[in-house]
């Protein structure tokens, strides 16, 4: 039995480092993919740097500016091989342009006779294929079976969540609201599904992230309802070009989501766990259970979600600050949608206390013993 479970065992971690290596190999390719894209793609081959010059807006900002000469070889399309020379300007803040270096691959236009070859921006599908190999990898080695689960349930979501943009692209003047409603619940279950498995916990879960997450979008619609949405600039969202209400409540359901599903994934597991230990523990006791599990997450939860939305609007907080807007003017352009986001997702978080403890609690039927190794059962 031993030596069947060692052999198992290699063959696992002989698939692992397959996967591995073979991700390993397609980060390599990334790096040169370049006659996969159509728009004309160059190497920097040269550059010199001019000399930088010190600059002071009417705002007392300091920056330098410094003129590059770039030389780059075309290595895609029909002009490949073609030599390129090219003027780029980058500033040391580099908050609106950025420097180059020998290597770099880059996006360019072609010259023509009256207007010189620009640059457009970087290649960084090699990087973005890099990071996603070391996290894949990670997961592969340290979690082989959860790893593979948490992989696939993403790669599915991603296609999900794509999959609803063509939908929503394809039906003209559709409620992406409404879409991303349905694809919220499908995203939730085939997440606990493949994470979970087909099992009661993953069933309660499920219920009480649909339940937690509901209770807190119709809290807020009905805020908005009573205060006819004023102070929501929906300005702020940029790049905008369809109705900004329905995108913005999409967006806010996807992360009211995420963090009600992690909230709830703990405390029913911690009450499984419990059920499991003392099988006659009471629904009441278990309801008291599961909100003191509750109130011990909830804190660094909430604190997650204000430090990614802080992350998020530091730089231009800062640009506007720096550049002569007031506070008032800066909270309403660049803080006040996410901050009333935050305070959705933190919403959802306090109810998925009582909801996911209540659901956990009464739902749960008394834990099966498992015929093999003592153990115990809760598939359906």
Not at 1 to 6: D, P
Not at 158 to 164: D, I
Not at 272 to 289: D, M, T, V
Request: one cysteine or more; aromatic letters at 10%.
């Amino acid at each position: 039995m031993k030596e069947e479970q060692a052999h198992f065992n290699w063959r696992r971690w002989w698939l692992v480092g397959l996967v591995i290596l073979i991700g390993g190999i397609g980060v390599i390719a990334v790096h040169f993919d370049a006659r996969l894209y159509q728009q004309p793609l160059a190497r920097i081959t040269r550059v010199t740097n001019h000399r930088p010059v010190k600059q002071t807006d009417e705002f007392e900002n300091q920056d330098s500016q410094t003129n590059q000469q770039l030389t780059a070889v075309l290595i895609n399309t029909q002009h490949r091989g073609q030599k390129l020379h090219i003027t780029n300007t980058f500033s040391r803040s580099a908050a609106m342009d950025q420097a180059y270096h020998v290597g770099n691959q880059v996006f360019v236009t072609l010259p023509t006779h009256h207007n010189p070859s620009v640059i457009k921006g970087i290649k960084r599908d090699t990087t973005v294929a890099f990071l996603v190999w070391i996290i894949f990898s990670f997961l592969l080695i340290f979690m082989p079976r959860a790893g593979g689960l948490a992989v696939l349930s993403v790669l599915l979501n991603a296609g999900l969540f794509f999959g609803a943009i063509e939908l929503d692209l394809t039906l003209k003047n559709a409620n992406v609201f409404v879409i991303f409603s349905f694809v919220a619940i499908i995203f939730a279950f085939l997440t606990l599904w493949l994470v979970l498995g087909w099992r009661r916990q993953m069933l309660i879960t499920f219920v009480a992230t649909c339940s937690g997450t509901a209770l807190a979008m119709l809290i807020s619609l009905s805020v908005f309802a009573l205060t006819h949405e004023r102070g929501m600039h929906y300005e702020g969202l940029q790049y905008v070009t369809t109705l900004p209400r329905p995108l913005f409540l999409a967006e806010t359901l996807l992360g009211s989501l995420g963090a009600v599903m992690d909230e709830s994934t703990d405390i029913v597991a911690t009450l499984f766990e419990l059920r499991r230990e003392r099988p006659s523990i009471s629904a009441r006791q278990l309801f008291i259970s599961g909100r003191n599990v509750g109130r011990s997450i909830m804190g660094p939860l909430i604190n997650v979600l204000l430090l990614i939305f802080v992350a998020e609007t530091f730089p231009m907080t800062l640009l506007f600050l720096k550049n002569g807007n007031n506070w008032g003017y800066t909270y309403m352009m660049n803080m006040s949608l996410g901050v009333i986001q935050t305070l959705i997702s933190g919403l959802g978080i306090v109810l998925a206390i009582p909801v996911a403890s209540f659901v956990a609690s009464r739902l749960m039927s008394r834990i099966i013993p498992a015929k093999d190794k003592g153990g115990h059962d809760d598939n359906i």
